[in-house]
C-alpha cells in the first residue's frame, strides 16, 4: 500500500494531518529538525507527501531532489485553512491527482489540478496503464492543440475515447521510421521502433515470454538471454504481459526475480497443460525429465498465439516469446436508480474509460456529460436488449473498450444476462454494481427488507403468466418480504390486482405495502397502504410496491421489517 507521508508546520497544519492520519493507516506524519528536514525525509521515506504548508516553500525545499517524475513521490500541498488541496508534482504517473481529490474529500477542501490533459477533459498517455515512451510531451501537446495526430496500431486494443484529431490507421507496420510528412504519430506496439521529436509509444501488454530453466539457474543468466532473444527479435520488453514456466518451476529463484525485475507476473502451468500445447519443437528428453515435450514454447503459447521467437537456450535456461491478440474490454455498467450522486465511482470511472458506450437512449441521455471527447455513442430505444447486448460484445471482441450500461444495477433485470450470453473467452467482462431501483425504493420507505426477500418481476411479456404466478405463489406462502418489478401497465392492468390477491391469502389484509413512484428521480412519490386498501392504479411500469412480510410493521410512518434474530449479550 502507498506510503503517505505527512508534514506540517502549524497548529492548524497537524489538525488537518490528524484527520488524515486517522482517516488512512499508511498515513503518517513525518518530523524533524526543521520543517525542511520532515519534508525531506517524507521525500526519501514515502511514496507520497501531503505538506501543509506554502506551495513557495514546498518548491524551494523540494527543487534540488527532483530527478525523474516517473520515481518521484507524489505531492500535495494544502494550504493553512485547507481551502485548496493542489496536486504539485506528480499528477499522473506519481497519482497526485488522485491524491488531491482524495485529500479534499476529507478536509472538504477544492482538489487543484493544473494537468494539462485533465483541465480539457482528455485522457493523458501517461495515464493508460501502459509504458510509454518517446515525445510523450509533444504529441499530448498536439492532441490538445488539436493538431492532426496519426494513431497507428499494430493491432485494435481497448483503448479510450481519442479526440477526433486523432485518426485511427488500419493496423501497419509501425517500425518504420519517421512520418514522411513530418506530422505526429501515436504508436500502439510491441516492436522496436526509431523515435523522433514527433512519435510517442505506447507499449501494450501483447508478448508472453515462456522460461524453461535448470534447478539454481541464476537469475542474470534468465534475464540476459531473455534480453538478447528480445533484441534480436526486435521486441520491447515493455510490451511483456508476463514470464511464463511449469508449475514446478514457480518457486524457481532465478525465473521469479527475473520476473519481479520486469516488474510482470510469473503465470505456471501443470505439465499436462503445457503437454497439450502444439509446438514446434518438441522434445522427448524434456518430456521424460517433466511430464511434458515442451516448457518454453508451450508455456508462451498456452492461451494462443503466435510464436516469434522459437526456443533458444542457454546453458541453462531456455526462452521462447510469443504475441497474443488484444483482447477488448466490456464493462457492464449500473447507473443506479437515476439521481447521480447514487451513481457510484466506479461506474463514472468505466465510463470515461470507455471508447464505446452502449445502451437505451435515456439512459445514455443521464451520463452524456461524463464520456470523454470521441466516444463513440451506440444507443437505441426500449425493446431492443438483445441487439445492444450483441452489439456490445461485438465492439468488445473487435478489440475495444466498451461500457455497456443500464439503470440500476446491471445484473438485476438488466443489460448483464442476455450481454453475457454472448461473451466468451475472447474479451475481458467487467461487472460495475449499481443502486437497484428496489434499494432505492426500501430506503424511501423505511426498512422493509431488514429480513429475507425476493425480486419478483409481473412482466409476462417474455415469461408466461403461469411461471410468474406460481413464483408469486411461493413468495407468499414462504412469507417473504417481494420487491415487485414491471408491476403495471397500460397494457398489463390485472397482473398486480392477482398478485397482490395471493399475498392476502397468505398474510393478514393489514400487511403494509408500499409503492415508491420515479424512486430518487424527479416526479419521486411515495405512498404508503395495506394489502387491504392499496389501489392498484396508482402504481405504473415507472413504479416499485414492495409488499410487506407478516412481520413487517409500520413505525412511525415507516415500514420496517424486524430482523428476526436472537441477540446475544
Not at 515512451?133 to 496500431?153: K, M, N, Y
Not at 461500457?403 to 453475457?420: E, F, H, K, T
Not at 390477491?501 to 397468505?506: D, E, I, K, P, R
Not at 413487517?552 to 410512518?557: C, K, Q
Amino acid at each position: 500500500m502507498q506510503q503517505i507521508g505527512l508534514v506540517a508546520a502549524t497548529a492548524a497544519g497537524h489538525r488537518h494531518a490528524r484527520t488524515l492520519a486517522a482517516a488512512w493507516p499508511h498515513a503518517r506524519p513525518v518530523d524533524g529538525e526543521t520543517v525542511a528536514d520532515a519534508l525531506r525525509t517524507a521525500w526519501t521515506e514515502c511514496d507520497a507527501v501531503v505538506a501543509f504548508l506554502a506551495t513557495g516553500a514546498v518548491v524551494r525545499i523540494l527543487a534540488p531532489l527532483l530527478d525523474d517524475k516517473r520515481t518521484d513521490p507524489a505531492v500535495v500541498v494544502v494550504d493553512e485553512a485547507a481551502r485548496h488541496a493542489v496536486a504539485l508534482l506528480g499528477g499522473h504517473t506519481g497519482g497526485a491527482n488522485d491524491l488531491a481529490a482524495r485529500v479534499g474529500a476529507l478536509l472538504d477542501a477544492r482538489p487543484v489540478v493544473t494537468t494539462a490533459t485533465d483541465a480539457v477533459d482528455l485522457p493523458g498517455l501517461d495515464t493508460l496503464g501502459w509504458p510509454v515512451e518517446g515525445a510523450v510531451a509533444a504529441v499530448s501537446r498536439a492532441i490538445l492543440d488539436g493538431e492532426p495526430v496519426r494513431l497507428v496500431t499494430d493491432a485494435t486494443w481497448p483503448l479510450p475515447a481519442l479526440p477526433e484529431n486523432v485518426t485511427r490507421q488500419p493496423p501497419a507496420d509501425p517500425s518504420a521510421g519517421e512520418a514522411a510528412d513530418g506530422g505526429y504519430r501515436l504508436l500502439v506496439t510491441d516492436r522496436l521502433v526509431p523515435l523522433d521529436g514527433r512519435t510517442a509509444v505506447l507499449r501494450p501488454p501483447s508478448l508472453v515470454a515462456g522460461i524453461g530453466a535448470s534447478r539454481d539457474v541464476p537469475a542474470a543468466e534468465v534475464a540476459g538471454l531473455l534480453r538478447r532473444v528480445m533484441a534480436d527479435a526486435g521486441l520491447s520488453p515493455a510490451s511483456l504481459r508476463c514470464l511464463a514456466s511449469i508449475d514446478v518451476k514457480a518457486d524457481e529463484a532465478g525465473i521469479v526475480d527475473t520476473a519481479r525485475a520486469l516488474g510482470v507476473p510469473l503465470e505456471t502451468a501443470a505439465a499436462a497443460e503445457l503437454a497439450a500445447v502444439d509446438v514446434p519443437h518438441p522434445s522427448e528428453v524434456v518430456r521424460a525429465a517433466v511430464g511434458t515435450p515442451s516448457v518454453a514454447e508451450a508455456a508462451a503459447l498456452r492461451g494462443g498465439g503466435t510464436l516469434l521467437v522459437p526456443k533458444t537456450a542457454s546453458a541453462m535456461a531456455t526462452v521462447a516469446v510469443a504475441r497474443h491478440a488484444p483482447r477488448g474490454r466490456l464493462a457492464i455498467v449500473g447507473l443506479g436508480p437515476g439521481a447521480a450522486d447514487l451513481r457510484t465511482p466506479r461506474a463514472v470511472a468505466e465510463l470515461r474509460r470507455a471508447a464505446v458506450v452502449v445502451g437505451l437512449d435515456q439512459y445514455v441521455d443521464q451520463v452524456r456529460d461524463l464520456l470523454r471527447p470521441g466516444t463513440r455513442v451506440l444507443a437505441s430505444g426500449l425493446g431492443a436488449e438483445e441487439e445492444r447486448a450483441r452489439a456490445a460484445v461485438a465492439e468488445a471482441v473487435a478489440g475495444h473498450a466498451v461500457a455497456l450500461i443500464g439503470s440500476g444495477d446491471a445484473g438485476v433485470y438488466a443489460m448483464a444476462s442476455p450481454a453475457l450470453e454472448y461473451a466468451d473467452e475472447r474479451i475481458d467482462v467487467v461487472g460495475v454494481p449499481g443502486v437497484t431501483a428496489g434499494l432505492a425504493a426500501s430506503a424511501l420507505l423505511g426498512a422493509p427488507l431488514g429480513h429475507d426477500h425476493v425480486y419478483l418481476s409481473l412482466s409476462d411479456l417474455h415469461t408466461p403468466w403461469e411461471v410468474i404466478a406460481r413464483r408469486v405463489t411461493a413468495a407468499a406462502e414462504g412469507d417473504l418480504v417481494a420487491l415487485l418489478y414491471n408491476p403495471r401497465s397500460r397494457a398489463r392492468d390485472w397482473q398486480l390486482g392477482a398478485a397482490l390477491a395471493t399475498f392476502a391469502a397468505h398474510r393478514p389484509p393489514s400487511t403494509p405495502v408500499g409503492v415508491v413512484r420515479n424512486a430518487s428521480r424527479d416526479g419521486e412519490r411515495v405512498h404508503l397502504a395495506t394489502l387491504e386498501t392499496l389501489d392498484p392504479t396508482v402504481v405504473d411500469m415507472y413504479s416499485v410496491v414492495v409488499v410487506g412480510s407478516s412481520r413487517t410493521r409500520l413505525v412511525a410512518g415507516r415500514m420496517v421489517t424486524p430482523r428476526g434474530y436472537r441477540w446475544r449479550p
